[in-house]
Antibody
Framework: EVQLVESGGALVQPGGSLRLSCGASGFSLSTYWMSWLRQAPGKRLEWVAT????????YYVDSVEGRFAISRDNAKNSLYLQMNSLRAEDSAVYYC??????????WGQGTLVTVSS | DIQMTQSPSTLSASVGDRVTITCRAS??????LAWYQQKPGKVPKLLIYKATTLETGVPSRFSGSGSGSEFTLTISSLQPDDFATYSC?????????FGQGTKVEI
């Protein structure tokens, strides 16, 4: 059974940093593109970043470009999102998801990030 | 960026009704369009991809149509489990973008 489990969400002050992790089980992470998405309360889903199987291709939404970094460790079956210079508008539930031809076929349960002083 | 707009934003319906949700893209996305279902406090679930292909395990009362810039999601006979928010997503180009969601309520 495919499982994705996010961790690392927390309350952080504006300008702070956070690293989210996503542990994958039930499949070989190295075979799939992976993504991070987020959803603020009452807002639409927002795609954040995507990484290819070996980490050589990475794509970001403009609003996080230069502040967030997606990475992966296939040996540890883990996906990461390093978030720096956090802003209030980054507050959301963050989901990791397994990609299939550009769509998110499996989602984790999400981890809550709150940016507030 | 490609803007995705859904209509209506909220839809009131009854069990057994036929329900149609529209998603329009600001430019053509060919058939690179997916639909997701999300219930309150739950994780989004992929329903349809490539505009018309039903994801494995999704009931056949769900169907998708369209190509280019206009798409529809249809539920042929609404069931109690279908009351949720439905979102479209284009994935022809980065950034992938979602519609604002359509809440189907009783």
């Amino acid at each position: 059974e495919v499982q994705l489990v996010e961790s690392g969400g927390a309350l952080v002050q504006p300008g702070g940093s956070l690293r989210l992790s996503c542990g994958a089980s039930g499949f070989s992470l190295s075979t799939y593109w992976m993504s991070w998405l987020r959803q603020a309360p009452g807002k639409r889903l927002e795609w954040v970043a995507t990484i290819n199987q070996d980490g050589t291709e990475k794509y970001y939404v403009d609003s996080v470009e230069g502040r967030f970094a997606i990475s992966r460790d296939n040996a540890k079956n883990s996906l990461y999102l390093q978030m720096n210079s956090l802003r209030a508008e980054d507050s959301a539930v963050y989901y990791c998801a397994r990609d299939r031809s550009g769509v998110e076929e499996y989602w984790g349960q999400g981890t809550l990030v709150t940016v507030s002083s | 960026d490609i803007q995705m707009t859904q209509s209506p934003s909220t839809l009131s319906a009854s069990v057994g009704d036929r329900v149609t949700i529209t998603c329009r893209a600001s430019e053509s996305v060919s058939n690179a369009l997916a639909w997701y279902q999300q219930k309150p406090g739950k994780v989004p679930k992929l329903l349809i991809y490539k505009a018309t292909t039903l994801e494995t395990g999704v009931p056949s009362r769900f169907s998708g149509s369209g190509s280019g810039s206009e798409f529809t999601l249809t539920i042929s006979s609404l069931q109690p489990d279908d009351f949720a928010t439905y979102s479209c997503q284009q994935h022809i180009r980065y950034p992938r973008t979602f519609g604002q969601g359509t809440k189907v309520e009783i």
